[in-house]
């Protein structure tokens, strides 16, 4: 956790999972066999979940109905463009089909590494792809929204580690939790420890039946497991193989950005929507650090998160697919 706390303090995205990703790298590179328990994993795996659908508000979801072929026809260009970048990169054999499918898609990084693993991807690879790009993302939304756009954007503000807690709510939320985690498992749904809370707690969420209550500690220590478990799988030779391939997923994560910046550049001149709220709601991926900068920056704050929500979900759905017509259009073996 010393890793994280470090990140957290220089503000580095995903530092609460980064640390103990890197950290679980370091050990199981110098030959450790430490693995996490899958019940502790599938409680992480449930929070991440609840956390998502803590996000989702009514607000939200009201911007969407009220423009939603404008948010179907972009999510549908960023989604294209992120499977053709991933069969781009199983047809050179940069990565194997699931595994570039998952990596490239424009999601949540959390969410995509967990999926990509419930469906047979190499969830190591996806969680380099994904939480590079994070951190792309993440440097230059909060360069274009503090000195090109909006100067005087402030910065995100510090995490309430031990607030108040609303004793009722969070038992609520954790038996909503431990249900749809159960659930998930024993209808083995593929990822269902994270999804089948997700559901469940969004529609009891936008509905105001459940206020769920999530406190930053119990979310450090959820990111803390996921990270481990990705790092754990890090062998000496498969760290050597993700950093030859470092490169050209650099490029894929910059090509990606630069295409949904074009997309954001249309949004504004066609449709006259504030290019700093168009930039952040077509950024690809991290939605949590799209979140902290369009709330510190003068922005249409429901407008971001409709688009990045609605993006998610969409992608949840059609990338188990995706990622098997990939596979199949290059089935040569990979090297």
Known sequence: MALAALFETIRIPAALLLGPLIAGILVASNGATLRVPPLPYLAAQSMVGLMIARAITSDIVLTFLGGWPLFLGVVAAIIAAGSLMGWLMSRWHVLPGTTAVWGASPGAATPMMLMAEAFGADARLVALMQYLRVVFVAI???????????????????????????????????????????????????????????????????FGVLPIELPEWLLAVSYALLGWNVGLGFTRPILVHAIRKLPVIALSNLIMIAFCGGLAFLLAQVFGIDPLTAYLATSPGGIDSVAIIAASAKVDVPFVMALQTFRLLVVLVVGPSLAKVVARSTARPYR
Request: hydrophobic letters at 55%; aromatic letters at 14%; charged letters at 10%.
């Open 140 to 206: 230059t939304a909060s360069v274009i929204a503090r000195f090109w756009l909006n100067p005087s954007g402030g910065g995100p503000p510090a995490a309430q580690w031990f607030h108040t807690i609303d004793w009722l709510a969070f038992l609520e939320t954790l038996a909503v939790a431990a249900f749809g985690a159960f659930l998930g498992r024993r209808l083995r749904i593929p990822a269902g420890g994270f999804l089948v809370p997700l559901a469940l707690g969004t529609v009891l969420h936008v």
